[in-house]
């Protein structure tokens, strides 16, 4: 039975998945003219609006100071490997949940695979890229039974965890993947026998497959991933890289969170948003996420929608305080209401100072 084209699409941690991922088109649709889409009749212009929408529904990666980071060490280690001889060095991508880590490490495989396609053309059969996600509770068979799933090759459970990784590891060489992407590494946790074994397994893909091996999770140290002598040898092989959330302290801090908003209105697909508009709100935004990208990416996404379904064709404070977030964003902007209360409440109770004191203007902000 073909799915219809509304059905949900399939996960990249299958190999039809990924190849949706990667052949996506991530350009921004053309905006129609105004005065175009003013004459379109009720129904082209529901259609376009509906595209607007669905525009806006997807999250997109955003040239962010942290996903152009990933992007350029994990090239860099992924070009570096290309003639090393054994265990190649990986790279591991560790946060708290929200900060972006799972959509660089697709950006990084999508960026790589459309790479390496351009240069081979006529490979289409090969694999460059395999992106597989650690479920929790992973058991030993998980890792190679994840990577068999992502390729579609049936397997039998009685199967021992030997005779899986050797089918895994000849899959991937067959397929000649160069890079291969686990997420929720978190979830492998060697203080339980189970994960201690998946851990074996990590290392003996890296020794049997000449490929880059990056793995992304929250916290990778405080949840043990280097931790006694198996993770001793993973810290041996991976540098890592903290990806870490947006902060609203310094100038130079604040100055990065502007240009990401700047960014994301920049975007946008409405008619009437002026360009700085979401920019005079960066305070606000902030106090609202917590500097999460993913938090950010839906509360502005979510006010896009709302002011196309409204008519309005701009984002207003209005349409940004009637959006719902996480629950983890929402605690925020309740403790970051607290502060600002009692901040105000402190400051009435200080008495005035007699000598007025001049304030130098603040630089101008420049996307």
């Known amino acids: 039975m073909k799915p219809d084209e509304d059905d949900d699409p399939e996960p990249p941690i299958t190999l039809d998945g990924w190849r949706a991922q990667v052949n996506k088109d991530y350009k921004t649709p053309t905006l129609l003219d105004r005065a175009a889409y003013d004459e379109l009749s009720p129904g082209d212009r529901e259609s376009n609006d509906e595209m607007r929408r669905d525009y806006h529904r997807d999250p997109r990666p955003l040239g962010i100071p942290t996903f152009r980071k990933v992007l350029l060490q994990g090239r860099k280690q992924y070009e570096n490997n290309k003639r090393y001889q054994g265990a190649r060095p990986g790279l591991v991508l560790s946060g708290e949940g929200g900060v972006g880590k799972s959509t660089a490490l697709r950006g990084l495989g999508i960026m790589i695979e459309i790479r390496w396609r351009e240069l081979r053309p006529d490979s289409q059969d090969a694999v460059p890229v ?176 709302d002011s196309i379904n409204d008519r309005t064709e701009s984002i207003s404070r209005s349409h940004l305080d009637d959006v719902l977030l996480d629950y983890s964003a929402e605690e925020h902007a309740v403790e970051a209401r607290k502060r600002a209360a009692a901040t105000k409440k402190a400051t009435k109770a200080t008495p005035k100072k007699s000598v007025a004191h001049s304030k130098s203007p603040k630089p101008a902000f420049t996307p």
């Open 130 to 305: 395999v992106y597989i996600s650690l479920p929790g509770g992973t058991r030993p068979k998980g890792l190679p039974g994840s990577i068999l799933d992502f390729f579609g090759v049936p397997f039998k459970h009685r199967d021992t965890e030997l005779a899986l990784n050797r089918q895994a590891c000849e899959l991937l060489r067959s397929a000649r993947t160069s890079l291969i992407l686990i997420d929720e590494i978190h979830n492998l946790n060697h203080a339980s026998a189970a994960g201690a074994e998946v851990s074996d397994h990590l290392k003996y893909f890296t020794e049997h497959v000449p490929a880059t091996f990056v793995l992304a999770g929250i916290d990778v140290v405080g949840n043990g991933l280097f931790s006694g002598r198996r993770g001793q040898q993973l810290a041996r092989r991976f540098r890592m890289l903290d990806v870490k959330p947006f902060n609203y302290g310094s100038s130079d801090e604040q100055h990065e969170w502007l240009r990401v908003i700047a960014q994301f209105e920049h975007s946008l697909l409405l008619y009437n948003h002026r360009p700085g508009t979401l920019v005079k709100h960066a305070k606000y935004l902030f106090d609202r996420t917590g500097g999460i990208m993913t938090s950010l990416s839906s509360l502005i996404r979510e006010a896009a929608i």
